[in-house]
């Protein structure tokens, strides 16, 4: 990452700020805004705020992990599971 919070205000403030981005369409996006919050906990002094971002993340990693599962399945399901063998 190039930013260091300076003071642990800063990462509340940054974190904050980037929490709108976990409601984006693009999955991308949504995993991007989840590291960027997760590395700025590390920074973070107050309880409170660690755990209001926790929340604050599980919808989308939910999501995410729903939607990999059911890839999943349906791979399964349709015989392309070979492709995964490989792996």
């Known amino acids: 990452m190039f930013v260091v919070p ?4 800063d990462a509340e403030m940054l ?3 980037i929490a709108p981005r976990l409601q984006h369409a693009n999955s991308a996006v949504v995993l991007t805004a989840v590291k960027v919050i997760v590395y700025l906990m ?3 002094s107050r309880d409170e705020d660690i755990h209001s971002m926790c929340k604050k993340l599980s919808p989308p990693l939910g999501k995410s ?3 990999l599962l059911l890839e999943c399945s349906r ?4 015989g392309t599971v070979d492709e995964f063998r490989g792996m």
Do not use: D, K, V
């Open 42 to 44: 590390n920074y973070m």
């Open 6 to 9: 300076q003071e642990p205000g």
């Open 75 to 78: 791979n399964m399901t349709t």
């Open 65 to 67: 992990l729903g939607s």
């Open 15 to 17: 974190a904050e700020r």
